[in-house]
């Protein structure tokens, strides 16, 4: 019997559903919306890049570390300045404790969140299926976007839904994570609600080929929505993206970005993820990888 799926879309709580309907045979995919801290997904709840975030903790780490040694060997001469010098040394070599301490997500979990970009805006949440070109391995969200990348149409989008919602509650920009976190999950309950309400269906007939499933969030014009290749990586504040799948092959398919540092995923990232089917793929993946 030859039958055409559909697919159907509904945020669940912590679940996107992806069901291929054959006539009476229906197959049901389930797409896990998860972060590494057990937070909001990954993807949603992201800070901005910011190398001087980084330089700002290394300089205090170095002071600190500097100190300690004048603290611990104490005096102007004989073995107790050789033994400062030396530890004071130590505090700026390649094995400094401060280079692990000030690692990009140690210190940017301060960093402000890339989702109050969106306050006082109308916020639209898109959901895409791209074209992949064949079954490949599904080892890292780099790997992917190198893959699309490497394609002359980069994953091109072919098929999008998109809702939009009026502006959501003020995401606080002081603090990081730590003090946005309530906001920014409200903003995603409230968001994946009028998904749930809104876009229920995202296609009647189910590409039968390998796809990416891409959720993302935008205050990006609702009518420039309607080209995929006009993104304005910019304006997105949140994306995560499926491994490649055949709609009626996986009974479950985790969806979450995996550039993620103690739950805090990079700004980079989130543009890499937005840019897959756009022009702008290849320089948001050179900066991915800076």
Not at 232 to 254: E, F, H, K, N, Y
Request: with cysteine; proline share 6%; net charge negative.
């Amino acid at each position: 019997m030859n039958a055409r799926p559909s697919v159907l879309v509904v945020l669940l709580a912590g679940s996107l559903t992806v069901a291929s309907c054959q006539d009476e045979i229906v197959h049901t995919t389930t797409i896990v919306l998860s972060s590494p801290d057990g937070g909001t997904l990954s993807g949603f709840n992201c800070i901005e890049d910011d190398v001087q975030v980084g330089r700002r903790c290394l300089e205090s780490c170095f002071k600190d570390c500097s100190h300690s040694c004048r603290a611990t060997y104490p005096g102007l001469g004989g073995p107790a300045i050789t033994r400062r010098l030396e530890c004071v040394q130590g505090c700026f070599n390649a094995t400094s404790p401060c280079y692990g301490t000030c690692t990009f997500g140690a210190a940017s979990a301060n960093g402000e969140p890339l989702s109050a970009r969106a306050n006082g805006k109308p916020l639209c949440a898109v959901v895409d299926l791209l074209r992949v070109g064949g079954e490949i391995e599904c080892r890292s969200a780099t790997r992917l976007a190198t893959w699309c990348a490497e394609r002359a149409d980069h994953c091109a989008v072919i098929h999008r839904r998109v809702h939009c919602v009026p502006p959501l509650l003020e995401v606080p920009r002081d603090g990081g994570m730590g003090v946005a976190s309530p906001v920014v999950d409200a903003n995603y309950a409230t968001l994946r609600d009028a998904l749930r309400s809104h876009i229920a269906e995202l296609m009647a007939s189910a590409p039968d080929e390998w796809v990416l499933v891409r959720v993302m969030s935008t205050t990006q014009d609702r009518g420039e929505l309607d080209d995929p290749r006009a993104a304005d990586l910019d304006q997105v504040i949140g994306c995560s993206l499926s491994c490649p799948m055949t709609l009626s092959s996986r009974a479950s398919v985790q969806l979450e970005l995996d550039e993620g540092r103690f739950g805090y995923c990079r700004e980079a990232a989130v543009r890499t993820c937005a840019a897959l089917g756009t022009p702008d793929l290849p320089s948001a993946l050179a900066a991915l990888r800076l």
